[in-house]
């Protein structure tokens, strides 16, 4: 019987890796994500078969529990909030290694317990509790529950490394005593308040980061709960988990020229809101207002437009209504193509689901490498909710908090167009010197609002 | 400890094939792929069966029925929500007549 668990958990690690290596294009990424599922299913069943049935009753509350709020989350969640429940999903998976693990320490599976399970053991239970309470931070604060804006406290990063401290005394006094029940309880409450003193510093502009690392630890602490039962498809797919959210930390935090460090511990960022935050101060330069109809009427003349969609335009909720408006100029022979920085959006790739969803095709949808040489040959750059992924300063501006961090280039298209509700500067607080450039028109107002002007005036011409 | 170093052995190599792998996923599908990893490592409801699997209602058999339910959440939940977002990705350019 060994041998059929073994065997067949290796055959669901395999598949866990195909449906992974299947998730490389948009074309597969559907079969990819079935692979995975027949994994995770073939995982279950048997550990199910082997372990014989004891408890059906324990077990069939659980699972149908469990998959129940999931389903009905999976189905009611809107796009616009799935940062919110990758980050509430990163905190499930915490704890579900937390209980997991002090299960296994109140009743062992092998005996005696040996001084490797028992380091694992406190590993588990740390991982798992840091995920748990910093995911619910990072929910709390994507959600609007709590404010976006960085939480300093006195002393903090000293308090932070008190507590790490205070987990590694806990974990020599557990390994001395394991039969102390107070020890890992200790371990579990002080991980609880390093997960949240470890986040809340974070500011809200940060938390796509944040997310993408707690999805690697949420990996870390599954593949921890397999070193403890040595259950290795628990720590191949882990391991998969918590390779792929620290590839995406990595990424987002290139795409902001930050780095890891400033992210975790910088405290950058005022508040939440959805980018207009801070005025752009005290310039009285002249910026060259237009209205929706203006707009209609350049859009009616162009060959190519290039749309730099930001999260404003999810806050408006105009993307759909963008959608049509693409699809009148592709009509008309217009080349019409999509800009995505990589920090659009509230989470890595968030973007392409927003835009997805109100029906654009994927082939319109462009990275920033494979388009920033496209922009000086482009009639209108259309900037809808967006400002620091398109703020020259980041080029040239040595002190300029956005200094190194990629752009896309809008300035070198012909006509630089931008939706946006007012003159304020993004998260960064940095002017746009765009703003005031003799080929920006500035079209004020709410973005939905905006976009359904330019419709309407583009089929008015038709 | 001859398991330990199996377990890191395993460990290490499926972190190298994991940084190979997902180095290739585009932006394009970098929110599923997170919501995907989320169902992924609800792979601990392995762990999770196995402590909840007895016929009593101690306290590490109920700590199971827990994990089973927080962890099934984001099986199900993850697996669902991304492929409804892979349902949304299309390719074809779909051009309106007559709008």
């Known amino acids: 019987m060994i041998y059929l668990e073994q065997f067949t958990y290796l055959l669901a690690s395999a598949l866990f890796i195909i449906g992974l290596k299947y998730l490389g294009s948009a074309k597969t990424a559907r079969r990819g994500n079935q692979y995975s599922m027949i994994a995770m299913a073939v995982a279950i069943v048997v550990t199910l078969v082997v372990s014989g049935i004891a408890g059906p009753i324990q077990i069939i509350v659980g699972m149908v529990a469990g998959g129940l709020i999931g389903g009905i989350v999976a189905k009611k969640i809107e796009m616009t909030s799935m940062p919110q429940m990758v980050a509430l999903f990163n905190g499930f998976g915490g704890i579900a290694s937390t209980l997991v693990a002090y299960s296994e320490y109140l009743e062992p599976t092998t005996l005696p317990v040996t001084l490797d399970v028992n380091i694992t053991l406190i590993l588990s239970l740390f991982i798992g509790t840091v995920t748990l309470t910093g995911s619910l931070i990072a929910f709390a604060k994507l959600q609007g529950l709590m404010p976006g804006r960085p939480i300093v406290l006195p002393l903090h990063q000293i308090l932070n490394f008190l507590l790490m401290l205070g987990v590694i005394v806990l974990g020599v006094m557990y390994i001395m005593e394991p039969a102390i029940p107070m020890w890992p309880l200790l371990i579990i409450a002080v991980a609880a308040v390093f997960g949240i003193t470890f986040v809340i510093p974070i500011g809200g502009a940060d938390m796509p980061v944040v997310i993408a690392l707690l999805n690697s630890y949420s990996g870390l602490a599954a593949s921890a709960t397999g070193f403890v039962l040595s259950n290795n498809v628990l720590i191949i797919a882990g391991a998969l988990v918590g390779a792929s959210g620290l590839i995406l930390t990595q990424l987002m935090c290139q795409a902001m020229n930050r780095s890891l460090f400033n992210v975790l511990f910088g405290a950058v960022g005022t508040d939440d809101s959805t980018g207009d935050a801070g005025v752009g101060g005290g310039e009285q330069k002249t910026v060259t207002r237009y209205t929706a109809e203006d707009a209609g009427m350049i859009m009616d003349t162009v060959q190519s437009v290039i749309i730099v969609p930001g999260y404003g335009l999810a806050v408006a909720q105009a993307q759909h209504v963008l959608n049509e408006m693409a699809e009148i100029l592709t009509a008309r022979g217009i080349d019409v193509k999509y800009a995505i920085h990589p920090v659009a959006g509230r989470m890595p790739g968030h973007m392409n689901v927003l835009l997805a969803e109100a029906n654009v095709p994927y082939d319109m949808l462009y990275e920033m490498d494979d388009i920033n040489d496209e922009f000086q040959n482009t009639d209108v750059a259309l900037i809808i909710g967006a400002n620091d992924v398109v703020n020259p300063s980041a080029r040239t501006k040595k002190d300029s908090p956005l200094y190194g961090m990629p752009i896309l280039n809008v300035d070198y298209a012909r006509t630089v167009m931008f939706v946006k509700r007012s003159m304020g500067a993004g998260f960064a607080g940095e002017a746009n010197p765009l703003f005031f450039d003799d080929k920006t028109m500035m079209v004020f107002g709410d973005a939905k609002a905006v976009v359904t002007g330019l419709v309407k005036v583009l089929k008015e011409n038709e | ?99």
Do not use: C
């Open chain 2, 1 to 99: 400890m001859e398991s330990l170093i199996v377990s890191i052995y395993v460990f290490t190599l499926a972190v190298f094939v994991g940084f190979e792998l997902v180095t290739k996923v585009p932006p394009l599908l970098h929110t599923p792929l997170m919501s995907g990893s989320n169902a992924i490592s609800g792979i601990t409801v392995v762990g999770a069966l196995l402590a909840a699997n007895a016929n009593n209602w101690k306290v590490s058999t109920i700590l199971g029925v827990l994990a089973i339910a927080f962890a099934m959440i984001n099986v199900i939940g993850g697996f669902m929500v991304t492929d409804r977002m892979l349902g949304m990705f299309k390719k074809d350019k779909k051009v309106e007549k007559g709008a």
